[in-house]
Nanobody, 125 residues
């Protein structure tokens, strides 16, 4: 399975960006998809996750109310719409896939088997 993340860029505070993650090699229709982010010198941080049905969604408190995760099993795409961006959202964003069905456990990076290469998001103040 290969995951390809895209959509990052340089924006100003308050702007929006939409990240996309496309899967290939195997259908991920029964996988929970997650987004994580990482800044140099820090651990990878959970951002959001969505179950394979799309019926379960979980956000980190830091992005709740600003970010929206969505999943389209028909075209193997998971998106992360990021609104009201802040400088502290600056990071490399990674999409990942896990067979873990529990959203609580889906917040842990170690539970993810497949990872995309990351896309950089920079938010200026």
């Amino acid at each position: 399975v290969q995951l390809q993340a895209s959509g990052g860029g340089l924006v100003q505070g308050g702007d929006s960006l939409r990240l996309a993650c496309v899967a290939s090699g195997r259908t991920l229709s029964r996988y929970t998809m997650g987004w994580f982010r990482q800044v140099p010198g820090k651990e990878r941080e959970f951002v959001a996750a969505i179950t394979w049905t799309g019926g379960g969604i979980y956000y980190a408190n830091s992005v709740k109310g600003r970010f929206i995760i969505a999943k389209n099993n028909a075209n193997y795409t998971t998106s992360l719409e990021m609104n009201s961006l802040k400088p502290e959202d600056t990071a490399i964003y990674y999409c990942a896939a896990t067979q873990e069905g529990s959203l609580g456990l889906a917040t842990l990076a170690t539970n993810y088997r497949y990872w995309g290469q990351g896309t950089r998001v920079t938010v200026s103040s």
